[in-house]
């Protein structure tokens, strides 16, 4: 079982990134796709919302865990 610490809270949010990576390889199907032009505007448009949202949440929670050890509510171990 793994270490529960600041360390694996901190690797768990970076892996939460995964999923814009994740829209990213959908985004180039789509654009690779016999999808029509119109529908494929439609959904990268919509992929790149989801995407500019999620990083900013990602971002934002990244944020506030650094705010949190520079502060001391979350201890370092190091």
Not at 35 to 50: A, R, T
């Amino acid at each position: 079982m793994e270490k529960r610490d600041r360390f694996l809270l901190e690797q768990k949010i970076m892996q939460c990134w995964n999923v814009t990576d994740d829209m990213d390889t959908i985004s180039e199907y789509i654009a690779d796709s016999d999808i029509s032009p119109v529908h494929q505007d439609q959904l990268l448009n919509m992929l790149f919302g989801m995407r500019t949202l999620y990083n900013q949440k990602f971002n934002s929670t990244m944020n506030l865990f650094s705010e949190l050890v520079r502060n001391g509510d979350i201890k370092s171990d190091v």
